[in-house]
């Protein structure tokens, strides 16, 4: 597995923004599909966002399209997500994923977390209102 350290969290006013960062190691970074997830206080983890290997394509829940942006920096092995227009329901520790070839070719839909097979230790994010 690849080993994954987000950074990047805090506390912010509504309408703000934060850009979080995952760094990994361990593996070749280029192999994996990157994610983000995040989970509140007495809610399930949940998609946010995700990126292909080569960063040519995205996709992300509706909750956030046009509000978040993911990119990834193969030369890094880092994956961005930068956050915009943030609201109180934003509120959430995030979660970096990545992806194996072996998970993707399992056939999971990749908005389900069980699709994912390694996973950071997450960031805290906080919107205040």
């Not at 994610?35 to 206080?41: I, L, S």
């Not at 930068?82 to 109180?88: E, F």
Request: glycine letters at 12%; hydrophobic letters at 30%.
């Amino acid at each position: 597995q690849v080993h994954l350290v987000e950074s990047g969290g805090g506390l912010v006013q509504t309408g703000g923004s934060l850009a979080l960062a995952c760094a990994a190691s361990g593996r070749t970074f280029s192999d994996y599909s990157m994610g983000w997830f995040r989970q509140a206080p007495g809610k399930e983890r949940e998609f946010v966002t995700a990126i292909s290997r080569t960063g040519s394509t995205t996709d992300s829940a509706d909750s956030v399209k046009g509000r978040f942006t993911i990119s990834r920096d193969n030369a890094k092995n880092t994956v961005y997500l930068q956050m915009n227009s943030l609201k109180p329901e934003d509120t959430a520790i995030y979660y970096c994923a990545a992806r194996s070839a072996a998970a993707r070719s399992g056939g999971g839909y990749y908005g389900s977390s069980l699709s994912w097979d390694s996973w950071g230790q997450g960031t805290q994010v906080t919107v205040s209102s």
